[in-house]
């Protein structure tokens, strides 16, 4: 049954925005205090609607609840406390050196709040995606507009309660709506559009941002390659790949795409891959508690259409009355493979193996993208310098799949078609600030160096600049 989601009337949306912009004029959400008891709000109302959240959660992509708690709500949460803890001191303006020209002078950089922002949301992680760049814009002093995926109304419902009863529209408002309404939300004047999404809509933001000469952050996706060298430890390279290749059944954007494993060690990692997969899902994944959905019966039809039955060693089986696909392994996968030709975002597998190391360089260039994330399991450091030296990416993890995107000091985002800017932690917070470079000059000497008639004094001002 097609999911139907609530509408909002251009009217309102314009006149949100506009009202948004009069209320930051006020400079109501710049002091240090507004800006810590605004987190404070939230983390409550989360609080709060953490057990709607998850059951939406459950009913929007049939997230398991450990899961939807450590990728979700638990993450969001964690994010509020570290910032809520730091905040004041990213606040601080941040001394730096003053160069010989302009002594004698002090340098700071100021944080200022960029204003209105529109945030938009993806549908995988439709809790963490909305409210982690909603924290970030808060910390950062701004008012923001979000606007959650129509394609999880049960979460956006609850979200659009709880933005509702916990803040006034003109400091954060939750737009209700579809592609119609992200469209004119998009023709309006904001200060920063901030999108998580695929790089096709990306494009779309971009284009309509620049009408404007809004300043864009896009976290977008991409084919993330994962290298299994010869002298990897197979058992905790298994482990780790099922784990962040099928947590949210594959719809993360920086899961693994597909893995590049050394011939030496294929078989041993592919039979250890079958191993594993039974024992964290069963024999019957369809009946495992942890295993979650695909969002709809169109995404269900575009992932499975990329299982070539020819190449699955593992899994295969779809139901689409039950949205589900099992976790799926296709070896002896080329790059004329249907697979590789766009981003999964689905709970399939593809393994293709490499002797060289520059096959796997030639492979990752080969594809359309700089990837979103790019992961490594060696032992070898000269390895992991390499492979790091080598493939651009937006982040990476050695020896790991996802985690990376756990440690809030890192910043989190793409590179080239995986996207512009970064955020988590201090990141999030920079993303949102504009870093204003104030130089204080001394007024009890005057240096006439620069001042007209300027005589002789480019010999001094040579030497000076050199
Ligand atoms: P999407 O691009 O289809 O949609 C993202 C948002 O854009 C949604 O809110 C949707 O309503 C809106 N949208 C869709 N079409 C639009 C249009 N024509 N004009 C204006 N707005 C439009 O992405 P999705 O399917 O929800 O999410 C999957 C994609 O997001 C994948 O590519 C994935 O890699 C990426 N993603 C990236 C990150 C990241 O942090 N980099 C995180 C999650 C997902």
């Given amino acids: 049954m097609e999911k139907k989601y609530p509408a909002t009337a251009e009217k309102d949306i314009i006149e949100t925005v506009a009202k948004q912009h009069e209320y930051f004029k006020t400079g109501a959400t710049r002091s240090c205090q507004s800006r810590i008891d605004n987190l404070l709000r939230l983390k409550a109302a989360l609080t709060d609607h953490e057990a709607d959240l998850t059951q939406a959660l459950k009913q929007d992509l049939g997230k398991p609840e450990f899961e939807a708690y450590l990728s979700e709500t638990g993450f969001t949460l964690h994010d509020l406390s570290m910032t809520i803890g730091k905040v004041k001191k990213w606040m601080q303006p941040k001394r730096t050196l003053t160069s010989l020209l302009t002594q004698p002078s002090s340098s700071r950089i100021h944080y200022s709040p960029l204003g209105v922002n529109l945030i938009i949301a993806p549908y995988n992680y439709p809790v963490n995606l909305t409210f982690s760049p909603l924290i970030a814009a808060i910390a950062a002093g701004n008012t923001a507009v979000l606007k959650t995926s129509e394609m999880t109304p049960a979460c956006s419902a609850v979200i659009q309660r709880l933005i509702s009863e916990t803040f006034p529209q003109e400091f954060i408002a939750h737009i209700e709506g579809e592609v119609k309404e992200t469209t004119i939300l998009l023709q309006q004047k904001f200060d920063h559009i901030f999108f998580t999404g695929s790089p096709r809509v990306g494009a779309i933001v971009m284009s309509a941002a620049a009408k404007n000469l809004t300043p864009v952050t896009l976290e977008l996706g991409g084919k993330s390659p994962c290298i299994v060298h010869e002298d990897a430890k197979l058992d905790i390279a298994v482990k780790r790949i099922v784990n962040g290749k099928f947590l949210n059944a594959g719809q993360t954007c920086i899961a693994p795409d597909y893995v590049l494993v050394h011939k030496a060690v294929e ?38 259409a990329m299982i070539d039955a020819q190449k699955v060693v593992v899994g295969g089986q779809c139901d689409a009355d039950a949205l589900y696909i099992a976790p799926t392994v296709l070896r002896n996968v080329t790059l004329d493979d249907r697979v590789m030709a766009e981003e999964i975002f689905g709970p399939v597998l593809s393994v293709l193996s490499y002797q060289l190391l520059d096959e796997v360089y030639a492979i990752v260039d080969r594809l359309p993208h700089h990837p979103l994330a790019c992961y490594l399991f060696s032992e070898n450091q000269a390895v992991q310098r390499e492979v790091l030296d080598n493939i651009q990416s937006g982040g990476a993890c050695i020896n790991n799949c996802v985690f990376h995107v756990a440690n809030h000091y890192l910043p989190f985002g793409g590179v080239g078609e995986s996207g512009m800017g970064a955020y988590h932690g201090f990141h999030g917070f920079e993303c949102f600030s504009h870093k204003k470079g104030v130089l204080k000059s001394a007024t009890w000497i005057d240096v006439p160096l620069t001042y007209a008639p300027y005589g002789g004094k480019i010999k001094l001002l040579r030497k000076i600049m050199k």
Wanted: aromatic content about 8%; overall charge positive; hydrophobic content about 30%.
């Fill in 267 to 304: 078989e041993a990692f592919l039979s250890r891959l079958k191993d594993r997969i039974v024992h964290v899902y069963g024999e019957d994944p369809k009946q495992s508690p942890d295993f979650g959905r695909i969002i709809n019966s169109s995404h269900l039809q575009r992932i499975s």
